[in-house]
């Protein structure tokens, strides 16, 4: 029979217990009347039991054999049997030891066995599938702990032969307990034709969740109070609602309903009639204000109660409604309008790639119009894409790869195209695609814009990193070039050469500060400066910078007032003003920096709402050339913005300008008028130096008297390069002091104990192994809390003073500096006031 199980041992092993059982009763019976009975009657009777012993054997191997059976299966035990072999999925049951006891015929179908040396255990029959070895795994571990559990996965191929589509299987298990043992049934079905229907029935969900979202009328839900349950992309555009912020339940109806249109909702939300759609024709107000004249279509629907549940509106919008036309010609007309008026290219395609319809904005883009052929206004490498992407939506393919394309011509305009098949159209167009077309080209140049950014940053952050050991390099060839210029008089033939390598390793020092004036993470190192001298320092750079056909111009008032400011960072200000206005002077012109100070009592006079009365000094750099309009002034500083042509500009320079006069507590303001040229205006505050700020020994310095810069005192010095802290030691003994010097921040605490914290100065490196300068400071202050310091570093002095305590006093020397430089900062730290 079709139904008849490959394996059932199941009978055989419960009828071979029961035979047992009764051979035994057998013997045990038979041995009690022998013992029972006299000698001669129990040799009969033994005899006897041995005849039927013998039977009981025969009997049994009979039993074993199925030739014979004790008795039929209960009626309840053989409807469950039939119903075991006849049922289509696939079952197998095995003992605790993995042994086969049963296997119906559907297992065999599904799993390709054809008899019962074929069948093979689960555990076996996928050990060699990956794709189902750890849910088997999973399985085969709830069936050893007594549970039951099930899974699903995907196969390659099917079980029950070699070749074939793809399958999907469900695998369950559960214990079977029974008087004879504990025993696991399997199950195996082929759920492939289920999975199928699954995704056809969630693929059709999701065609109609977007036909509704994207259909070209509105449509809402609401309850019976009025709140918004659903809302499709149609009504929310026409509405100006964000729809990924829209929440169920938590906006109303009425609130897009105008005041003058309430009444005619009346009853309409309470009521439960469902006699057919009810017609309303009211005004919603969009979020922006405006009016839309639209038509409701509402529907009540019913909850299970009976009772009324929630609506289904439709909304068709009115809003080209005109007297005497019919249906179809105002939906002709609100179509036109809603295509022509988008602001994306669109058309329709044939599967040549000519035009058949297309709006304005595909017109304007590409420059074509019905009959146009579109491969041809794209550049030859980009046309291979689109082809293939005309044969995708003329075979109806569902999901068409966008194709990034140039059009071709003169000016690079990057595209995006997506394109969609058209299969419900029967063939008298010939329209096979419509294309959709957005233009990336500033796309992509904000994204070489921030490329170009990150550039920058990567060279901020490598000067930064190396800025410390270089200028410990720097800090070596100045010292040693100093000791050798103490031994070469000016007449010397070496002495040109030792002052050219001053000079290069101070132009190295200046092009790391250069270097970090581009990192946007750069410490402000302001200094005392006087703009006339900082201006007039670089006037051969600016008016390398300003070329041949500009004329660089510079005014500069008398007693200018000082300024705090970083001098590279200054510096960078003005070379990137004047850069920019060569640049908007491409045929010549002038270029004009001027300084004056502005007391407090003019400022209001310039009409800068943002500026406070007080002191500043004002540079001006002002250009003869085309100007800008109000709408790009207004913007100027913004990042990555910028009017010059891609790969001409970053548009981060005048947000880096803005950025440097800000943190150094000034304003920058821009006047542009088109054709008359431009004018940056930076106020800067005016600095009142102190006469902490000012110490005897560098402001005699600063003005050429020769200062005694000798002296007795007892100096640490801590470095951890070798070279620098040896020409360090070397120089402050030449003056006389008494110098101790340490490698690390842990060899100098334990300087100072040898020495009983005998000392008067400490001169530290900031960047150290073990423990850096501030950690050093932080220890010292606890033994003396008067102890003088100075610290050393390539760095600004804000990058570290932040991570001491506030309020803490100390010296700071830049590197690279000269031995001057060392012994003027020695001996302003021992004379100042502590």
């Known amino acids: 029979m079709s139904d008849r199980p490959l394996v059932d041992r199941s009978a055989s092993a419960s009828g071979i217990r029961r035979l047992l059982i009764l051979g035994g009763f057998v013997l045990v019976l038979g041995a009690g009347l022998a013992l029972a009975g006299n000698a001669f009657g129990g040799l009969a009777l033994l005899a006897v039991f041995a005849l039927l012993a013998m039977v009981g054997l025969v009997a049994i191997f009979a039993l074993a054999l199925g030739l014979v059976q004790l008795g039929s299966r209960s009626a309840d035990a053989g409807i469950s049997r039939d119903y075991l072999d006849s049922l289509a999925i696939g079952t197998l049951i095995v003992d605790r030891r993995g042994r086969i006891i049963y296997a119906n015929r559907a297992y065999g179908q599904t799993t390709g066995a054809t008899g019962a040396g074929d069948v093979k255990g689960i555990e076996r029959l996928f050990a060699r599938e990956p794709d189902a070895s750890e849910q088997i795994y999973r399985l085969a571990s709830l069936a050893r702990d007594g549970r039951a559990g099930q899974e699903e996965f995907r196969l390659p191929r099917p079980l029950a032969g070699s070749d074939g589509d793809p399958r999907w299987y469900r695998v369950s298990v559960r214990p079977l307990l029974r008087r004879g043992g504990a025993l696991v049934a399997w199950q195996i079905a082929d759920i492939t034709a289920e999975r199928e229907k699954e995704e056809t029935f969630f693929k059709d969900l999701q065609h109609a969740i977007d036909y509704l979202d994207h259909a070209p009328a509105g449509f809402f839900s609401d309850d019976r109070r009025g709140r918004l349950v659903y809302i499709n992309a149609t009504l929310a555009d026409w509405l100006k609602i964000d729809l990924a912020s829209f929440l169920p339940k938590t906006r109303s109806l009425r609130d897009f309903v105008a005041e003058d249109s309430l009444p005619l909702l009346g009853s309409d939300l309470e009521t439960s009639e469902d006699a057919g759609p009810k017609v309303v024709d009211l005004d919603l107000i969009t979020a922006d204000g405006h009016r839309l004249p639209v038509r409701l279509l509402r529907s009540m629907g019913r909850a299970e109660d009976g009772a009324a549940g929630l609506s289904r509106t439709l909304v068709l919008n009115r809003s080209v409604d005109s007297g005497g036309a019919d249906a179809l010609q105002l939906a002709e007309v609100r179509f036109t309008r809603f295509f022509n008026s988008s602001p994306m290219a669109i058309a329709a395609l044939d599967g040549a790639g000519k035009v058949l319809r297309a709006n304005a904005a595909f017109a304007k883009l590409f420059g074509l119009t019905d009959g146009g052929d579109l491969l041809s206004s794209l550049r030859e490498e980009y046309q291979s894409a689109l082809r293939q992407a005309l044969a995708s939506a003329s075979r109806g393919e569902a999901d068409i790869t966008p194709i990034d394309a140039e059009l071709a011509g003169d000016q690079t305009r990057m595209l995006k195209l997506y394109m969609s098949a058209v299969s419900d159209v029967t063939g008298e167009t010939g329209e096979v695609s419509i294309l959709y077309a957005v233009d990336i080209t500033e796309q992509r140049a904000l994204e070489e814009q921030f490329a170009k950014s990150q550039k920058m940053q990567a060279i901020g952050n490598l000067a930064g990193g190396i800025a410390h050991d270089f200028n410990n390099v720097l800090t070596i060839i100045t010292a040693s070039v100093d000791f050798l210029l103490l031994n070469h008089r000016t007449g010397d033939p070496s002495f040109q050469d030792l002052l050219l390598i001053k000079q290069s390793a101070n132009r190295a020092a200046a092009l790391v500060r250069q270097l970090l004036a581009y990192s946007r993470r750069q410490t402000m190192r302001p200094k005392m400066l006087n703009l006339t001298d900082v201006l007039a320092d670089n006037h051969l750079l600016l008016q390398r910078i300003s070329g041949d056909l500009v004329k660089l111009e510079r005014h500069h008032a008398r007693d200018l007032w000082p300024v705090m400011a970083d001098i590279g960072q200054f510096e960078q200000v003005i070379t990137n003003l004047v850069k920019n206005a060569h640049d908007a002077m491409p045929e010549g012109g002038t270029i004009t920096i001027s300084t004056r100070n502005v007391p407090a009592t003019e400022v209001k006079s310039f009409g800068y709402a943002e500026m406070e009365d007080e002191d500043f000094v004002l540079v001006e750099v002002a250009d003869s050339g085309t100007g800008m309009p109000a709408d790009v002034a207004e913007r100027i500083f913004e990042p990555f913005f910028t009017t010059k042509e891609i790969g001409k500009g970053t548009g981060l320079g005048l947000s880096m300008v803005y950025g440097i006069i800000k943190q150094s507590g000034g304003f920058i303001f821009v006047d542009s008028r088109m054709g008359e040229g431009t004018t940056f205006r930076i106020f800067l505050p005016r600095h009142i130096p102190s006469a902490i700020e000012a110490p005897r020994a560098e402001g005699a310095a600063a003005n050429g008297t020769k200062v005694d810069l000798s002296g007795t005192a007892s100096i640490l010095l801590v470095e951890d390069e070798d070279q620098v802290r040896?020409?360090?030691?070397?120089?402050?003994?030449?003056?006389?002091?008494?110098?101790?010097?340490?490698?690390?921040?842990?060899?100098?605490?334990?300087?100072?104990?040898?020495?009983?914290?005998?000392?008067?100065?400490?001169?530290?490196?900031?960047?150290?192994?073990?423990?850096?300068?501030?950690?050093?400071?932080?220890?010292?202050?606890?033994?003396?809390?008067?102890?003088?310091?100075?610290?050393?570093?390539?760095?600004?002095?804000?990058?570290?003073?932040?991570?001491?305590?506030?309020?803490?006093?100390?010296?700071?020397?830049?590197?690279?500096?000269?031995?001057?430089?060392?012994?003027?900062?020695?001996?302003?730290?021992?004379?100042?006031?502590?």
């Open 726 to 834: 040896a020409g360090n030691v070397r120089a402050l003994k030449m003056r006389g002091y008494d110098v101790h010097e340490a490698a690390s921040g842990s060899e100098a605490l334990e300087v100072m104990e040898e020495l009983g914290g005998k000392i008067d100065l400490v001169v530290s490196d900031v960047v150290m192994p073990e423990m850096d300068g501030p950690t050093l400071l932080r220890e010292l202050r606890k033994a003396r809390p008067d102890l003088k310091f100075i610290f050393v570093s390539g760095y600004a002095e804000d990058a570290f003073a932040k991570n001491l305590p506030e309020g803490e006093k100390f010296g700071f020397l830049a590197k690279p500096f000269s031995l001057r430089d060392l012994a003027i900062a020695v001996k302003s730290a021992l004379e100042e006031d502590g």
